[in-house]
C-alpha cells in the first residue's frame, strides 16, 4: 500500500485514500461503516463485513456481507463517499498495526445460509433505486424463475459478467435510462401476468 507519511512535533501520520483504507479492511478482514452512494444520487450508511474483492468485476468492486441490508452486496469502490471517517483522505497517526476508533458490536458467522450478492445492475440504473418496486419484481423473477433452472443460472452468470460494465458507460446517459425502463415496463406487465 502507497503511503504519503509526514512528521509533524516528533509523531509520524501518513494520508489514506478510501482506497487503501479498504484494502486494509480487506486485509485484516474488518468491520467497517461506509456511506454509499446510490444511482439515483442518495448516500446510504451501511456496515459491512468479510469484505473481499470481486472476483466476478474485479478489484473496482468489493462483496461484503452488508448489516442493512442482511445479505451479501456488491459495491462499487468509487460510489464509497466515505469509509469510517474516511473521505477522500485523512491522517492517520502512525502505529504498528492500523486501528480506527470504530468498534463492531456484531461479527457476522458464516453459519448464515448464503443469499444472492448481486443486485439488477441494469435495472437499478433505469429506475435509480435498488428497492424499486420494479426492481424487485426483477429480482423475484430472477430467483424464482431463471435460478432454478440450467439455462436460467447460465443467464444469470452470463448478465453478471456484462451489466456492470454497461452500467458504467450508460448510467449518466438519461435518455438510453428512459428507454430501458420503457422496455422493462412492457417486458414485467408480461412476467407479471405470466408468473406472479
Sequence with gaps: MMQNKFIYKNIKYYIMTIREYIEQAVK???TITIKYQKYDGTVSTRRISNITYSDEYGSDYIKAYCHLRDEDRTFKISRI???DGITDYRSVRSSSSYTTSYTPSYSHTSSRPPKRNEGCYIATMAYGNYDHP???????????????SFLGRY????YYSVSPKLVYVLEDKECVNRIIRSLLDKFIIKITKRYF
Design 28 to 30: 485484516e478482514n474488518k
Design 81 to 83: 463517499r466515505e469509509a
Design 134 to 148: 420494479q426492481v424487485l419484481v426483477l429480482r423475484k423473477y430472477r430467483d424464482q424463475v431463471l435460478a432454478p
Design 155 to 158: 443467464f444469470i452468470r452470463f
